[in-house]
């Protein structure tokens, strides 16, 4: 989707990654994402001295959806604590699969890709009905 303005969503993202709290691992995450309203969405890792609790940051980029009024992710960015994109995790590749189905872009080293082509035949809400 060419209107993206990929540039902004890093700087978000990193500015979110500023505010991580990642006292054990000290690999503060940051993630942004445009909203299909407009908005610019964006969350930070949690971490827990239980470490296996910890909260990755799309988990946080997810309860902002749903705080602010929720709506369908168009397109994300994740960086890590030097500013580089992030690859997301399984269990967030999940996630945002949720919340923005298989047209949901993300930006890779490769440019952006396609949510259908980063969580090939992931199970959603459909796979439920
Ligand atoms: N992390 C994220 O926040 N998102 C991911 O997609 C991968 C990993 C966090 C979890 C943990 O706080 C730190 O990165 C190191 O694994």
């Known amino acids: 989707m060419s209107s993206i303005n990929w540039d902004n969503l890093k700087s978000e993202a990193k500015l979110a990654m500023a505010k991580a709290y990642a006292p054990y691992s000290k690999f503060p995450v940051g993630v942004a994402a445009l909203v299909d309203d407009g908005r610019i969405i964006s969350g930070c890792n949690v971490e ?3 470490y296996g609790l910890t909260l990755c940051a ?3 980029l997810v309860s902002e959806l749903i705080m602010s009024g929720g ?3 168009i397109a994300a960015v994740c960086v890590d604590k030097n500013g580089d994109l992030l690859s997301p995790c399984g269990r967030c590749r ?17 440019g952006p890709k396609s949510m259908a082509e980063i ?3 992931g199970f959603g809400p ?3 009905s």
């Open 48 to 50: 827990n001295a239980s």
């Open 58 to 60: 799309e988990c946080s």
């Open 71 to 73: 709506g369908r992710l």
């Open 94 to 110: 999940q996630l945002l699969f949720e919340h923005g189905g298989e047209k949901l872009e993300l930006l890779t080293p490769e």
């Open 119 to 121: 969580l090939p035949w």
């Open 126 to 128: 459909k796979d439920l």
